[in-house]
């Protein structure tokens, strides 16, 4: 096949019969903004931050134009127009004829113009003004359509709403027998000896020839494939059993091994004419009840109070350790594999297993999902829909089952992907659906029908599981650490802490007679540090409860330190309570990893585009497979105060670990302290040990915060420590 670059440029107009007055070059793929701004010499928006110059960007139709080129010599192939993907409805136009007409972002196009087509002739995309459900601002403009809520602004996003041409699109001269389709579905025995892999094949037209498949492993070697003799035919399947597999394993449980499917068509006299090349990774998962949960309801006749959520991969319960994955620009159009790659690995340095790719953003490209393949993150993935009642019109249920197929098509082959979630909150009070909701009823059915051997939920959360919080102290007075360890949920989907960027981020994006004091107006609201959520006036820079903890502080790096640090300290202990709740939790997902634009406060543990905070090193930390850890009451501390602190020793490994000593110390500036010393037994496979309680009368001190330290004999890398505040006045 042979691909052809498009070269195009972009206008506005209020009526799409008639073409733009003006026109700028186009950047494929992108976003109509981009474009416009960049012929403008506008800054680039998450540098001034001034958004909104381009809110009449949304009421108008945008037409892309290209020139067709002349081919004047076919011989005999066929002229496609290919696109991965155009942001949100659309018309393709060829000359003066409209040969498609969609809504939806997810779906590819592919249209055969070769008998509407003549070269020199004009190739339009006339993309419409954005979906708005009229029922007033915000995220509710989103609720009659498939397009993804965030962009109309939230506590971490700006309201700036993408249109245009966002995945990757061309023209492609094909054979006219051609490979149009390729689809495969597997199933692992259950005692993973046996895969059975069946293969489906739709070729453009009855076709003879011949027509070849293999399954090659990851050492090259052919597992099996098969020569098939056409016959005027259009469907091919295949199929094929794969003893003694290699199973693609979750990171930290085994190895990501990865099979290759290739498939190629040749015409009567051997030629070929078209070929494919896939990547198939084995495994089994399905989400079980957690330990202990039927024992919630032993009253008849009340049925279970939770849900199924413990993740069980290739037969092996997997305690879930990750983060909320949001796209990692506003204009998705322009992320691709060099975004990904430094965030994904990222990720996988902190021993995180799993990525759950949030209904508010759009669903990633191709290479996110093949580097979480290859690093072995798990991706719950979320349908684009968040926190809103959707439409149950016949017109949006149609778009979101078509939608909802192409995602499902295009990423179940990726072994990564092992939930399929409806949306997020989506059955909370502020959205008002049901499990009854015909919205989630078809995704349901879609992904039965598509993909039935991965899970799916119908919304997150559901019964038994937590979303929040999201403050280090909340309006009741009540620290992170004492509503998780007061709390019960079989697994922890969303829980924050929010912590300030970097100060030389903050000095990039706030001017500096405007950064300090912070002020709850101006550029430190338009980057949520103040107002961002509707529920804290404070957030996202909660001045106030730096303020009760540590004091006024007297510089912008004094204000920064201190936000960093509760960020950190407040994670670290809310993964590893998470961990020490289970069995009966089996996960500790927090929000959120990365953000969509320089922010100068959030829950984000990475800044734009890829700056860690300090708070990723302590989840870091607390997400190792073993490690020594501490059940501490609260953060802050007087003199006087008998400090107590309980030992325990937690490990997620696949293996078991032999035991040893754990020593306490507390560091009250340069001075510390032996407190305790605790033999542990042997930990088997996945076994948390609750030790002894360390007490310690607080002394007076001149520092603002001390440390609790850790330490086993000959395992350093199983050591920790935690900080905490010292009040040196009454609070």
């Known amino acids: 096949m042979n691909r052809y670059k498009l070269e195009w440029k972009v206008g506005y107009t209020s009526d799409p019969s008639i073409l733009p007055d003006k026109w700028v070059n186009a950047s494929v793929p992108g976003a109509v903004q981009l474009d416009w701004a960049s012929a403008e010499g506008w800054p680039h928006f998450w540098q001034d931050g001034d958004v909104g110059r381009y809110a009449w960007m949304e009421k108008v139709y945008w037409v892309y134009e290209t020139t067709l080129p002349r081919l004047e010599e076919l011989d005999g192939k066929r002229l496609f127009f290919v696109s991965g993907g155009v942001d949100y409805r659309f018309l393709v136009r060829v000359g003066d004829r409209t040969v498609h007409g969609q809504e939806g972002m997810f779906r590819r196009v592919e249209l055969d113009l070769t008998d509407v087509a003549k070269g020199g002739e004009t190739l339009e995309v006339v993309v419409f003004p954005i979906p708005d459900s009229g029922l007033g601002e915000g995220r509710i403009e989103a609720s009659h359509s498939v397009k993804p809520a965030v962009s109309y602004g939230w506590d971490f996003h700006p309201r700036l709403v993408p249109t245009g041409i966002w995945r990757e699109t061309f023209l492609e001269l094909r054979s006219a027998q051609h490979i149009k389709e390729l689809e495969f579905d597997y199933v692992v025995e259950d005692d993973f000896s046996v895969v059975k892999l069946d293969i489906s094949v739709e070729l453009s037209c009855l076709a003879s020839g011949v027509f070849e498949w293999s399954l090659v492993d990851s050492e090259g070697e052919v597992v099996d494939g098969e020569t098939v003799n056409l016959d005027q035919q259009s469907i091919v399947d295949g199929a094929c059993e794969v003893h003694d597999p290699d199973l693609w394993w979750p990171r930290g449980y085994g190895d990501q091994s990865m099979y290759f499917l290739a498939v190629s068509l040749h015409g009567e006299n051997g030629e070929l004419l078209d070929t494919k090349r896939r990547r198939i990774g084995f495994r089994s998962c399905r989400l079980v009840m957690n330990e202990g949960a039927w024992e919630e309801s032993p009253e008849m006749p009340k049925s279970r109070s939770v849900a199924a959520m413990t993740l069980e991969v290739n037969g092996k319960r997997i305690f879930v350790k990750g983060s909320n994955w949001v796209a990692p620009d506003v204009f998705p159009g322009v992320v691709g594999e060099d975004a990904y790659r430094p965030l994904l690995e990222k990720a996988a340095s902190c021993h995180f297993n799993l990525l759950r790719c949030w209904g508010g953003s759009a669903v990633g490209k191709p290479s996110f999902f093949e580097q979480c393949d290859r690093l072995g993150l798990m991706v719950w993935q979320d349908f ?218 959030n829950n984000s543990i990475i800044s734009w585009p ?94 603002q915060t001390f440390k609790l330290i850790l330490r086993v004999e000959g395992r350093p890398d199983w050591n920790s420590e935690y900080d905490f505040c010292f009040l040196a006045r009454a609070n």
């Not at 860690?612 to 501490?632: E, N």
Request: charged share 25%; hydrophobic share 35%; proline share 7%.
């Open 384 to 601: 684009p829909l968040a926190c809103n009642c959707y439409s149950e019109s016949p017109e949006f249920l149609d778009t979101l089952g078509q939608e909802a197929a192409a995602i499902v098509k295009q990423l179940k082959g990726h072994p990564c992907v092992v939930i399929w979630c409806g949306g997020n909150e989506l059955f909370n009070s502020w959205s008002g659906m049901t499990d009854q909701s015909k919205a989630i009823r078809l995704l349901n059915k879609k992904c039965y029908e598509l993909d039935p051997d991965t899970p799916f939920l119908p919304t997150s959360p559901i019964m038994g599981v937590g979303h929040g919080g999201y403050l280090f102290r909340d309006q009741l007075g009540k620290e992170c650490f004492e509503v998780f360890q007061t709390a019960r949920n079989s697994a922890y989907v969303e829980f924050g802490i929010p912590g300030p960027a970097s100060v030389e981020k903050l000095r990039s994006l706030i001017p500096e007679d405007q950064l300090f004091p912070p002020r709850s107006e101006g550029v430190w609201r338009q980057r949520h540090g103040f107002g961002a959520w509707e529920c804290d006036e404070g957030s996202w820079l909660c001045m106030d409860t730096v303020e009760r903890y540590f004091g006024r502080p007297e510089s912008i790096e004094e204000l920064v330190v201190w936000g960093q640090l509760m960020q950190a300290e407040g994670l670290k202990g809310l993964y590893e309570e998470a961990r020490r709740q289970k069995p009966y939790c089996s996960m500790a997902i927090n929000w959120c990893f990365n953000e969509p634009w320089p922010a100068a406060a």
């Open 610 to 703: 890829c700056e860690p905070k300090p708070a990723l090193r302590a989840v870091r930390q607390s997400c190792r497979p073993t490690l020594a850890s501490a059940r501490v009451k609260r953060f802050s501390w007087k003199a006087g105060d008998l400090f107590e602190a309980e030992l325990w020793m937690l490990h997620d490994g696949p293996n078991s670990v032999k035991g040893d000593r754990v020593e306490a110390y507390l560091r009250f500036g340069d001075d510390e302290s032996f407190v305790l010393g605790w033999y542990f037994d042997a930990l088997e496979e996945g076994e948390n040990r609750v030790g002894p309680v360390l007490r310690f009368r607080v002394p007076e001190i001149e520092e």
